[in-house]
C-alpha cells in the first residue's frame, strides 16, 4: 500500500492561503523548501492542511531519529508540562535535566569523569563548547575545517565555512579563527587515493601550527566526524585520529560537533564511534528530543567545570519539557535498538542510490554512513562540476510528486537523507521511486 496521498496540486488552497499570509509578516530570508503547511505528522509521515500526505525524508533536518509524534516522547511531553513548564534550572533546579545527564555522559564516547550542560539550539552548544574550552586551556584561537557547519550566531557563524548564504554580508565575523582543510575525497587531487588525501590534509592541518597560529595559543579545535551540511563528508580514519593526536600532544581541547551525526543516524550512537574518537567535548542538538529545543555540551568534567560561577546558562536551557523529551528519545532508541535500525536502512538506502548511479551518469558519488547516505549530483563524472541547478530541479519535482528530500553540499548539488530511523523499508522504495522518476525527467533519460 502506498504512504502517499494527493488530494490537491501542491500546494493546495488551504496551504496556499496560509502561504500567502506568511510572505505578509514573515521575513523572506525564512523562505520555505516544501510549499505546504504542515497539520499533522507521526512516523515518517507528515500531513498538510489540504489532506496531502508526504514522505519525510528530511525529519525536520535531521531531528527526528525516532520519528514524529513517538507516543512515548509525547506522553513524556504531556506528564512534565502538565507539572510545570520552567523554573530556569539555576534557580530552581528539577531532576529531568540531571537524569539526561547522568544518561547522555554514560553514552558519549571516552573513560573517566564526564559532565553535561543544556542549552536550545546547536549553534548555541557550539558557543558554549568554545567557551569551556576557552576557560579551561586559558588560550583563545579556535581551528575549524573547510565545508563545516556549526551555526548561524556570531561565533557558530564564524566557524562555518559556507559563504553564501551562511555568511556573505554578515561580518564583521569573530577573531582568532583558524580554518584547515577537510579530506572531502570525491574532490581530492587527481591522481590521489582517499587515504594519501586524508593524510594530506592531517599533515596541512599540523602545519597550521607553524605557518597560522601558535598550538599554546589554541583552546579548541571543533570536527565533524562527518560533515551535514558540508555535503555527508566521510573522512578517512586516519585523517580524524591524527587531528585527535595531534590535539592531544598540544593540549588542544577537541570538540566533536555531532549535531546533525549523532543519536543513532550513522548506525552507532555517536558518529566519533566509528573513528575511535574520544573527544573531550561533544556537542549534541537536534534529534535528542524529537524536535523541541534542546542542545549539549558532554565532555571531561574537568573542561566542563572549568568557568566560573555563573559564567554558563540562559533563561530557557535545559528546558524540563525538552529534557523529558530527550529521556523519552533515548529510552525509545535503545528499546528499538535505533542504531543498529539505521545501519540495516543504510544499507537499504544504498543499494537504491547505486542502483540509480548505474542509470544515471549525473550521480558521480554516493556515500555517507549508516542511514547518514546522499547522493551528489554533477554535470559528468570526469569533470565533476556541481549540478545545482539540477540539484533544485529534482528536489522540487520529489516534492510535488510527495517525497521530501533535502539538499546540503558546499556546492549546493548535494541529496541527503535524514529520514526517521523508523521509516518502514515499503515507505523508502516509494520515496526512492519518486526520486527516480523525478531524476529522469530533470535529465531526460
Ligand atoms: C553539525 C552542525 N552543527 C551545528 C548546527 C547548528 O544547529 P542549530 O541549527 O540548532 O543552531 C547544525 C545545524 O544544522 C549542524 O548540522
Known amino acids: 500500500m502506498e504512504s502517499i496521498v494527493r488530494r490537491t496540486t501542491i500546494p493546495g488552497p488551504r496551504s496556499q492561503a496560509i502561504l500567502a499570509r506568511k510572505e505578509a509578516v514573515v521575513p523572506a530570508a525564512l523562505s520555505v523548501h516544501v510549499p505546504v ?20 525524508m528530511s525529519g525536520g533536518i535531521g531531528c527526528l531519529n525516532v520519528g514524529h509524534s513517538d507516543p512515548g516522547v509525547r506522553a513524556a511531553m504531556h506528564a512534565q508540562i502538565d507539572r510545570f513548564a520552567h523554573t530556569d534550572f539555576t534557580i530552581i533546579p528539577y531532576e529531568p535535566y540531571v537524569e539526561l545527564a547522568e544518561r547522555l555522559v554514560a553514552l558519549a564516547p571516552g ?3 564526564k559532565k553535561a550542560a543544556f ?3 546547536g549553534a548555541e552548544a557550539v558557543e558554549n563548547a568554545i567557551k569551556f574550552a576557552r576557560a579551561y586551556t586559558g588560550r583563545q584561537a579556535v581551528v575549524a575545517f573547510s565545508g563545516a557547519f556549526h551555526g548561524r550566531t556570531l561565533l557558530a557563524m564564524t566557524l562555518t565555512s559556507k559563504t553564501h548564504p551562511y555568511k556573505a554580508g554578515f561580518g ?8 584547515a582543510p577537510y579530506p572531502y575525497t570525491y574532490r581530492a587531487p587527481a591522481g590521489m587515493s582517499a587515504a594519501e588525501y586524508g593524510l594530506a590534509c592531517a599533515d596541512a592541518f599540523e602545519r597550521i601550527f607553524t605557518t597560522q597560529v601558535a598550538s599554546e595559543s589554541v583552546a579548541a579545535v571543533i570536527l565533524e566526524p562527518i560533515q551535514g551540511e558540508g555535503g555527508f563528508v566521510v573522512p578517512p580514519v586516519d585523517f580524524v585520529q591524527r587531528v585527535q593526536s595531534v590535539c592531544r600532544a598540544r593540549g588542544i581541547v577537541l570538540i566533536a560537533d555531532e549535531v546533525q551525526t549523532g543519536f543513532g543516524r550513522t548506525g552507532r550512537f555517536f558518529a566519533s564511534e566509528h573513528f575511535g574518537l574520544e573527544p573531550d567535548l561533544l556537542v549534541v542538538a537536534k534529534s535528542m528530543a524529537a524536535g523541541m529545543p534542546l542542545s549539549g555540551v558532554i565532555g571531561r568534567a574537568e573542561i566542563l567545570d572549568a568557568p566560573a560561577d555563573s559564567t554558563i546558562g540562559g533563561t530557557y536551557v535545559g528546558n524540563p519539557v525538552a529534557c523529558a523529551a530527550g529521556l523519552a ?16 536502512l543504510g544499507r537499504h538506502i544504498r543499494q537504491h542510490f547505486l542502483r540509480l548511479q548505474e542509470r544515471f551518469p ?7 554512513l549508516g542511514a547518514m547516505m546522499a547522493i551528489e549530483l554533477v554535470e559528468d563524472r570526469q569533470s565533476k562540476t556541481p549540478a545545482a541547478d539540477l540539484t533544485t ?25 535524514l529520514a526517521p530511523l523508523i521509516i518502514a523499508e515499503a515507505q523508502v522504495d516509494e520515496a526512492m521511486g519518486i526520486l527516480a522518476r523525478a531524476l529522469a525527467a530533470e535529465t531526460g533519460r
Open 111 to 113: 573513560t573517566g569523569p
Open 393 to 417: 530541479g529534482v528536489l522540487r519535482r520529489a516534492i510535488q510528486e510527495g517525497a521530501v528530500f533535502l539538499r546540503a553540499g558546499i556546492y549546493g548539488n548535494v541529496i541527503r537523507v
Open 329 to 344: 528519545v533515548v529510552a525509545a532508541m535503545e528499546r528499538q535498538g535505533l542504531p543498529a535500525r539505521a545501519e540495516l
Open 37 to 56: 503547511v504542515i497539520a499533522s505528522a507521526e512516523g515518517a509521515l507528515v500531513t498538510d492542511v489540504d489532506g496531502n500526505t508526504f514522505i519525510d
Open 119 to 121: 542549552f536550545n539550539s
Open 172 to 179: 564583521p565575523f569573530a577573531p582568532e579563527v583558524y580554518r
Open 362 to 368: 549525473q550521480i558521480g558519488d554516493v556515500r555517507g
